[in-house]
């Protein structure tokens, strides 16, 4: 079994305030979690309305689809996101 990480640091240069920030990762994030079936949160930086820092976690049995999933959300993310992806880190647990 394979638990795939992905951390995703994201700039948002045009939000003027945390409602700004939570608009702009709301369908996002649900999107994300409907179409890839994976675990995600915010686990950091919730108080600092340009930066959000996200955690996505799947598991298979497969190394290779855990690590085409994961690239898939980063390139989502960069596709559909309002933001600019910072830092991305993909870890194996």
Known sequence: MVIGLLLLEVH?????SLKDKRAALSGFKERIRRRFNVALAEVANQDKWQLASLAFITVNNERGIVDQTLEKIIN?????LEGEIVQSKIVHL
Do not use: L
């Open 12 to 16: 948002f240069p045009h939000a003027t």
């Open 76 to 80: 989502e993310a960069e596709a559909s």
